[in-house]
């Protein structure tokens, strides 16, 4: 069983960055990983993605302002988030094994806790 373990969440004001965290128990140099996002009333969106030949999506609503990242010597995913909006307020999750239609979209085999990000105006 894969364990993913995601930090680096918190509270910002509009136009402000963060920096997620997530630490995978396997390599990741050629697995395909992923963070979502999960807000009430939204559905589940894929917001960023590595495929297993290491090349990048985002989906539409973050392109420019979020990059995905990953640390090979410690097996650690990464996303920073830039000019920040109330409406990326969500959960965060890292996941990995990707089995949906694309890198971005569900189901993925595993996935973690999450961590909280919140965007105020």
């Known amino acids: 069983q894969v364990q993913l373990v995601e930090s680096g969440g918190g509270s910002v004001q509009a136009g402000g960055s963060l920096r997620l965290s997530c630490e995978a128990s396997v390599n990741v140099r050629r697995v395909c990983m992923a963070w979502f996002r999960e807000a009430p009333g939204k559905e589940r969106e894929g917001v960023a993605a590595f495929d297993t030949d290491g090349y990048t999506s985002y989906a539409v609503s973050v392109e420019g302002r979020f990059t995905i990242s990953k640390d090979y010597t410690h097996n650690r995913l990464y996303l920073h988030l830039g000019s920040l909006v109330p409406e990326d307020t969500a959960m965060y999750h890292c996941?990995?094994?990707?089995?949906?239609?694309?890198?971005?979209?569900?189901?993925?085999?595993?996935w973690g806790q999450g961590t909280q990000v919140a965007v105020s105006p």
């Open positions: 996941a990995s094994g990707c089995r949906g239609p694309s890198v971005l979209r569900p189901p993925w085999d595993n």
